[in-house]
């Protein structure tokens, strides 16, 4: 047998025997909280065998020969609206939940999560890990003709999913169970770490259940009009690798992509959640 499929042995011999499926031929992972993913990488470390964080609805389908190799592990085990807190303004949610489907949830409680205003049809997990952003009130700017689509997207005012994470619960790259945030909305205290995630594209950890900040419904017209961000797998994966003198005009952005190179060196030592270079 070869690496793979000694892997996918030990994967028999220690989960459920649910938890492993095949999705047009890739093996995948379902783990059913977040010790059995850290349980999975922690197996994966061990037999150095490289692992892929998917959901639904995905910017990239875990399909063909970039693939063929690795385990997929997948969040739709993990789809529930786990609390609503009124008091707290706050809602957690597992990473496979549909983030479109959040505020259908929530009406009811007078409450709303205005990132998941957006048309992004995916989980919770994937929208944190790709970054998810929006321009508010896109048609005001769009009105100003003296304006360019460059300087329009640079102006307008834009909101991230990040402002809105309070806590993700993740399985590190380590086979370690850690969560990353503030203790609560109304009383938090020190630095929130769990912003690492956000544009991480699965390359930091495995997020299991992110705790959101919610709005009461009264502020919705505030968000109207919110046009998504563009989505680009290529654009994050080309900054990793390219290498910009500070005083280049991308000079921020490659800060920030080396900033990255470094946190993931330091999470991901042995690079457990590989880099997909033919991913778009």
């Not at 017209?221 to 998504?228: C, F, I, V």
């Not at 910009?244 to 800060?255: G, H, L, R």
């Amino acid at each position: 047998m070869n690496s793979l499929e000694n892997f996918i042995c030990a994967i028999g011999e220690t989960f459920p025997d649910n938890r492993l499926t095949y999705q047009k031929g890739i093996a995948t992972f379902h783990p059913d909280n977040i010790s059995e993913a850290a349980a999975l990488i922690a197996l994966a470390r061990g037999h150095d065998q490289k692992l892929y964080i998917t959901g639904f609805g995905n910017n990239i389908d875990p399909l063909g020969p970039d693939f063929e190799s690795l385990v997929v592990l997948r969040t739709d085990f993990l789809g529930q609206l786990i609390e609503v807190n009124e008091s707290e303004l706050s809602v957690v949610v597992g990473a496979g939940f549909p983030l479109r489907e959040i505020n259908a949830k929530i009406k009811s409680y007078g409450l709303f999560l205005p990132i998941g205003e957006l048309p992004y049809v995916g989980s919770v997990g994937g929208a944190i890990s790709v970054g998810l952003s929006s321009h508010l009130n896109a048609k005001h700017w769009e009105q100003r003709a003296d304006m360019s689509k460059e300087s329009e997207g640079n102006t307008a005012p834009r909101i991230s999913i990040e402002r809105y994470i309070l806590r993700l619960d993740v399985a590190t790259p380590v086979g370690e169970v850690k969560s990353y945030g503030v203790p609560t909305a109304k009383q938090p205290a020190g630095e929130n770490y769990a912003h690492i995630f956000c544009g991480s594209w699965g390359l930091l950890g495995f997020i299991a259940s992110a705790k959101f900040r919610v709005a009461p419904l009264s502020a919705k017209p505030e968000y109207l009009d919110m046009r998504e961000i563009e989505i680009s797998h290529r654009q994050f994966a080309e900054q990793l690798k390219t290498a910009v003198s500070k005083d280049d005009e991308n000079a921020n952005k490659t800060v920030k992509a080396r900033y990255f190179s470094q946190l993931r060196q330091k999470l991901d030592p042995q690079e457990i959640f590989p880099i997909i270079e033919g991913a778009k």
